[in-house]
């Protein structure tokens, strides 16, 4: 079944560190994008990538960092600059339905 | 700029219940708008989408109606069960790049 993978599910780090989020599609679709999600609040746009090679930064890519050297991957760092990283992460593709997108199952990141 | 505003959460409704939940835009040009539906702990799934005013979109016992002239895609149905719990994203994509505004989400709860 076609779909959006993201591992772990859950992830822990201690501050200082860097961590990367995987996201992985076999939509064979050309654009990716990652959002945050803090609770009680929508989906705000880290980084979104519309061709393998290129990406533009969304509205709150500070204190991130991704790449998207294959189609089928965009993975997302969150780094040590990102003052407050603990939050739910969801990474989507669109399906071409008039703009509809794809969600993948997202990662929660907790900083301890 | 373009924004949607949905009705603040939580709803509480009791089984059975009639349920609406309101979503309003503002946007440039003529935006497809969509209705997503978040489960604890899950990504987003599309529950249903408009392209073009006066289109009716539905799913799953869901309805919401473009209305141009209001600016608005409410989203409702008519008996509630208490797996529709879960919280309920209005959105609008407007642009060529896929990118998606989106409101802050409406917190259901149905009870027993």
């Known amino acids: 079944d076609g779909g959006i993978t993201q591992s772990p599910k859950y992830l822990f780090r201690k501050e200082g560190q860097n961590v990367t989020l995987s996201c992985e599609q076999n939509l064979n679709h050309d654009a990716m994008y990652w959002y945050r999600q803090d609770p009680g609040q929508g989906l705000r746009l880290i980084y979104y990538s519309q061709i393998v090679n290129d990406f533009q930064k969304g509205d709150i890519a500070e204190g991130y960092s991704v790449s998207r050297e294959k189609k089928e991957s965009f993975p997302l760092t969150v780094t040590s600059a990102q003052k407050n990283p603990t939050a739910f992460y969801l990474c989507a593709s669109p399906t071409g339905l008039a703009g509809a997108q794809f969600f993948g199952p997202g990662t929660r990141l907790t900083v301890l | 700029g373009d924004s949607v505003t949905q009705m603040e959460g939580p709803v509480t409704l009791s089984e059975e219940a009639f349920l609406t939940i309101n979503c309003t835009y503002t946007?440039?040009?003529?935006?497809?708008l969509f209705w997503y539906v978040q489960y604890p702990g899950e990504g987003l799934q599309l529950l249903l989408k408009?392209?073009?005013a006066d289109d009716k979109g539905s799913n799953k016992g869901f309805e919401a109606t473009y209305r141009k002239e209001t600016t608005s895609f409410h989203l409702e149905k008519g008996s509630v069960q208490v797996s529709d719990s879960a919280v309920y994203f209005c959105a609008l994509s407007g642009n060529s790049n896929y990118q998606l505004i989106w409101g802050a989400g409406t917190k259901l709860i149905i009870k027993p």
């Open positions: 408009a392209t073009k």
């Open positions: 946007a440039t040009g003529y935006p497809s």
